[in-house]
């Protein structure tokens, strides 16, 4: 259908393209325990920066589906998975990653950021989030 999905790389690699969607937040959380084990084994430093891509909307212009989660949470096929799975499932990446500090000790060495992009696209209506009170003014 002349679609050019986003690849999946891994370092300058591209491993998988189109990305199978239905395994990519456990392959997260995996990845990322497995980047902070090797670190923390040769007690060096490390910037883990993990960019979720729920709670974006899939498509522009718009389809049908609008959130995407993979099965585990989602109560639909991954697809068509509500804004609450999505934000169900990362909550629960970024659990497993913190709880992985807490079980090495590592949590008290650890700057743990949390931060957002601007908001919602606000152009995609309800498809896209909420702006709820915040105007940006």
Known sequence: NGTMW??????????EQPVD????????????????KKNIEHDRPFFLYLAFSHVHQLCAPRHAECQWASNHFSKQDGYNATF???VQEMDWIAG????Y???????DDTLIIFTSDNGPWVAEGSCAGSKGQFEGR
Request: aromatic content about 8%; proline content about 5%.
């Open 21 to 36: 969607l239905d395994n990519l937040a456990p392959r997260y959380v995996d990845e990322s325990i497995d980047f902070m």
């Open 96 to 99: 497993r990653v913190l709880d």
């Open 101 to 107: 500090l807490r079980d090495v000790d590592a949590i």
């Open 84 to 86: 609450g799975d999505a």
């Open 6 to 15: 986003l690849p999946l790389f891994q370092g300058t690699d591209i491993v």
